[in-house]
T-cell receptor, first 111, second 112 residues
Framework: GQQLNQSPQSMFIQEGEDVSMNCTSSSIFNTWLWYKQDPGEGPVLLIALYKAGELTSNGRLTAQFGITRKDSFLNISASIPSDVGIYFCAGFGGATNKLIFGTGTLLAVQP | IAGITQAPTSQILAAGRRMTLRCTQDMRHNAMYWYRQDLGLGLRLIHYSNTAGTTGKGEVPDGYSVSRANTDDFPLTLASAVPSQTSVYFC???????????FGQGTRLTVV
């Protein structure tokens, strides 16, 4: 089936550092979404991307929809302790156009 | 505005029992989804519905069934629960295809 490969699996950084994570797909996606999940909670939408090449920011977060439509990245600048959580990419597209998720990136920020 | 409401929040269930997880949204979204989340495996799509009256299979549909009698409700049924169905279940909805999806708080199900 369709797969979204998300990397890295985990990151352990110091407060104030910048972070980058990405997702790649074997098939074309029409929409890329980035979510954050805190422990015991459901995923919360951070950024939605709708067009190839689109670059969108939400505060310290920036995400881009790759020009090939098969990848996306999320950057977090000047990380703070509350950035801790699991970040997921998700997308609509491929043969089925269902919403599927990457396996997540666990982010730990040391004060 | 409630958004998406899931019930119950958690449940311990004996193997072989039937169980229905409830999901209700008040955003008049057309599409709804059920995912299960297991450690190290992210969120895997169980079933989805693009509009009331239609449903489709996701990545891991076996052992689960859904119905979509109206726009607001999308229950997930385990006909005969097995321990491998122990997981956290999330319901989500979106206005339509290719639009952002919003999630409920999850149901933690333990099958013993």
């Amino acid at each position: 089936g369709q797969q979204l490969n998300q990397s890295p699996q985990s990151m352990f950084i110091q407060e104030g550092e910048d972070v980058s994570m990405n997702c790649t797909s074997s098939s074309i996606f029409n929409t890329w979404l980035w979510y954050k999940q805190d422990p015991g909670e459901g995923p919360v939408l951070l950024i939605a991307l709708y067009k190839a090449g689109e670059l969108t920011s939400n505060g310290r977060l920036t995400a881009q929809f790759g020009i090939t439509r098969k990848d996306s990245f999320l950057n977090i600048s000047a990380s703070i302790p509350s950035d801790v959580g699991i970040y997921f990419c998700a997308g609509f597209g491929g043969a089925t156009n269902k919403l599927i998720f990457g396996t997540g990136t666990l982010l730990a920020v040391q004060p | 505005i409630a958004g998406i409401t899931q019930a119950p929040t958690s449940q311990i269930l004996a193997a072989g029992r039937r169980m229905t997880l409830r999901c209700t949204q008040d955003m008049r979204h057309n599409a709804m989804y059920w995912y299960r989340q297991d450690l190290g495996l992210g969120l895997r799509l169980i079933h989805y519905s693009n509009t009331a009256g239609t449903t489709g299979k996701g990545e891991v549909p076996d052992g689960y069934s859904v119905s979509r009698a109206n726009t607001d409700d999308f229950p997930l049924t385990l006909a005969s629960a097995v321990p491998s169905q122990t997981s956290v279940y999330f319901c989500a909805s979106s206005a339509g295809l290719n639009t952002e999806a919003f999630f409920g708080q999850g149901t933690r199900l333990t099958v013993v």
